[in-house]
């Protein structure tokens, strides 16, 4: 059995609870939040235990995991406490708000002996995980470019509901909080960026950071990318995308949630294979879902003693393009990244 603890009690971290709920050993036992109201129903419904206090909170000794689900720019300042008291750690995207505050998260989390996992859930979709395996196997031979896209909507309201949203010290825009997820992926199909050029602007939404972003990005290999992200998109949802072009296939998941194969063409496949691996997807598009992957594999990861699926480093990854991403809007230039040419 591990005991969790939950710090943040907003929208997200009812995912968190929820996926505790519906592992086997694990249970919540305790939740922290500045306020008393935010935690009722963790308390009502999971039994757990509510604190205002993180550091009482945290003398717990039963505590195993603590999940994380605060606004992104109290991640550092967070995560710091908890790895100091020993707790392993489920972090919410993005890792933080700044290179510095991640490279402190990542430093006292390995000082402390703590397991750090970065909540991108979407590397376990099944459509996802599929990709993946068509990547690695070779099928599309070498990669010549990928396009990533996130248009969605996020109405004036969705900033509204708190003061953090949308600002640039504690939410970031549509790069630091709805596409980094797609990012992540991107970088998992693509390897290492290592330059990369962008436009961003505030169109719609009355907020600090961008809600309509247009970048590129050269990988290690020589292959392209392009990214655009917005929350702009009326009325809902309109694509989640990655797409990667290969000189033997071309491959796109999408839907509004890029749940989906929206088309297969690989050189070697026949229109009976590519059937079958699409209604394969249909079947089952969300699998089990990504917080419990999380979840479940840092339970494992502490049992045997190795990583998490998904890092520190690759939290790191994730926000550095994003960072990047915004210099160059602001400088108006192409920017390197890990040793990049200047």
């Known amino acids: 059995m591990m005991n969790f ?9 009812k995912k968190h609870a929820e996926a ?32 205002t206090e993180l550091g009482e909170m945290l003398n717990i000794c039963s505590i195993d995991i603590v999940c994380i689900c605060t606004p992104s720019g109290l991640h550092a300042r967070i995560a710091e406490e908890v790895a100091k008291s020993k707790k392993h750690i489920v972090l919410e995207k993005p890792i933080a708000m700044t290179r510095e505050e991640t490279a402190r998260i ?17 590397r376990f979709r099944p459509v996802v995980q599929e990709l993946r395996k068509i990547i690695d196997s070779g099928s599309l031979g070498k ?7 996130v248009n969605w909507n996020r109405n004036q309201e969705y900033y509204d509901q708190a003061s953090w949203r949308g600002t ?32 961003e602007a505030t169109r719609l939404r009355k907020i600090e950071a961008e809600d309509v972003s247009i970048g590129v990005v050269r990988f290690e290999s020589g292959a392209l990318a392009t990214v655009q992200a917005s929350t702009t998109v009326y009325p809902t949802n309109f694509e989640e995308s990655i797409t990667i072009f290969g000189e033997k ?37 969300w699998g089990i879902p990504g917080h419990v992957q999380i979840i479940k594999d840092i339970m494992y990861a502490i049992q045997d003693n190795r990583n998490p699926a998904v890092t520190g480093e690759d939290g790191k990854k994730a926000l ?12 108006n230039l192409p920017i390197p990244l890990n040793g990049g040419v200047e």
């Open 320 to 331: 550095e393009l994003v960072l990047a991403f915004y210099e160059s809007a602001n400088k």
């Open 168 to 199: 640039k010290e504690h939410d970031g825009g549509v790069l630091m909080n709805q596409a980094i997820h797609n990012l992540d992926l991107l970088l998992w199909f693509m390897g290492n960026p290592i330059e990369v050029f962008s436009m």
């Open 143 to 149: 990669i010549s470019h990928a396009n990533c896209i």
């Open 106 to 122: 990542i430093e006292v989390t390995e000082k402390n002996n703590v397991r750090l996992a970065i909540v991108h859930p979407n």
């Open 20 to 51: 505790i709920a519906n592992i086997d050993n694990a249970n919540l036992i305790a939740v922290c939040d500045k306020y008393e109201e935010a935690m009722i129903p963790y308390i009502e419904n999971y039994g757990a235990i509510g604190y």
């Open 249 to 285: 296939g071309t491959v796109k998941i999408g839907g509004a949630n890029a749940l989906y194969f929206d088309h297969i063409q690989i050189e070697g496949y026949s229109d009976v294979d590519i059937k079958l691996l699409k209604e394969k997807i249909i079947s089952n598009p």
């Open 5 to 13: 603890a939950i710090v943040g009690c907003g929208f997200i971290a």
